[in-house]
């Protein structure tokens, strides 16, 4: 997918500003909605979901197993998997993430026993042979995984999603904002950064304000657009923890920075993509939530905009 570069508007501060901004929103809400359409149909993104579609989607109590085993891991594949599926080694000394993984074999349709049980037990069932009876879940067995942090060899499909584009008025901004809108944020060198591969880490607390911890990068266009994505966050859904809401929360959150990002003359075109892996081929969704995000994106570029006027 081509990247996209977008000219500043503006609005003249009138009784006419907020229809306008709100119509130009809804604008580039579209032309968001046609990007993640684009990336959906790319050679790109198609590569990517091949290999997604090689992981497994655990249940919630191996999900749990593997956060409390290994709290960064984010691609969980056996040890033979990676090496015939990936290309990847697993490296020396690492040490193993154990799952519960289910046991299938062919079931008695009387006792429900393997062949070998059925063998030893008392069910005199003989209707049809072994053979021919139907494959079904017996029980699960302990199996080890390793995340792809600890393997090395060939890189997996993957795809930019990081802003870019000048800063130099923004990020300072958008720092001296966070009072504004209610947020906490600490900017953290590499060097002192704990939270292994996520770049990001916003606190939702019972009371006080919403915590965000980034990681300090090169790319300020990147970093500025991930602190918007967290400021969304915390306007939009602190407090609320249903998981089922988790894809539309981060919809919400990646369109108010795709808007965020295009009114200040960033490049913000990667957000298709990352949009096109939470969704899928129903990218529409966005325009679904347009209200929440555009009024969410408006909040955020005033008080953004009152700061660098201010200086």
Request: hydrophobic share 35%.
């Amino acid at each position: 997918m081509a990247t996209s570069s977008h000219s500043r508007e503006t609005f003249d501060d009138s009784d006419t500003r907020h229809d306008e901004m709100h119509s130009t929103i809804e604008t580039w809400i579209q032309d968001l909605v046609d990007e993640v359409n684009d990336a959906v149909s790319s050679e790109q993104f198609k590569a990517w979901l091949d290999v997604q579609s090689q992981f497994h989607d655990y249940s919630h109590r191996n999900t749990l197993l593997i956060k409390l085993q290994c709290p960064q891991a984010t691609s969980v594949a056996g040890y033979r998997t990676w090496q015939n599926e990936f290309d990847r080694h697993v490296k020396e000394g690492e040490t193993a993430v154990w799952i519960w993984a289910p046991i299938i074999a062919k079931q008695c349709p009387d006792c429900g026993n393997s062949p070998s049980y059925h063998e030893r037990s008392d069910c005199e069932y003989d209707d049809t042979p072994p053979d021919s009876w139907e494959k079904e879940l017996v029980g699960f067995r302990p199996a080890p995984v390793f995340d792809i942090s600890q393997t090395d060899g060939e890189p997996l499909p993957d795809f930019e999603t990081e802003a870019k584009g000048q800063t130099d008025e923004l990020l300072p901004a958008l720092l001296e904002a966070a009072n504004s809108l209610e947020v906490d944020v600490e900017v953290v060198p590499p060097r002192d950064w704990s939270y292994e591969n996520a770049k990001v880490v916003c606190e939702y607390r019972p009371q006080g304000q919403p915590g965000v911890a980034v990681q300090d990068r090169e790319n300020d266009a990147d970093l500025a657009v991930t602190l918007v994505h967290e400021y969304a966050h915390a306007l939009l859904h602190s407090g609320v923890d249903d998981v089922a809401e988790r894809s539309k929360r981060e919809l919400e959150a990646e369109a108010v920075g795709y808007i965020v990002g295009r009114y200040f003359e960033l490049d913000t075109s990667g957000s298709a993509f990352y949009l096109a892996a939470w969704h899928g081929d129903e990218p529409e969704t966005i325009l679904d939530r347009l209200e929440r995000i555009s009024s969410t994106a408006q909040e955020v570029i005033d008080v953004i905009s009152e700061v660098i006027d201010d200086e």
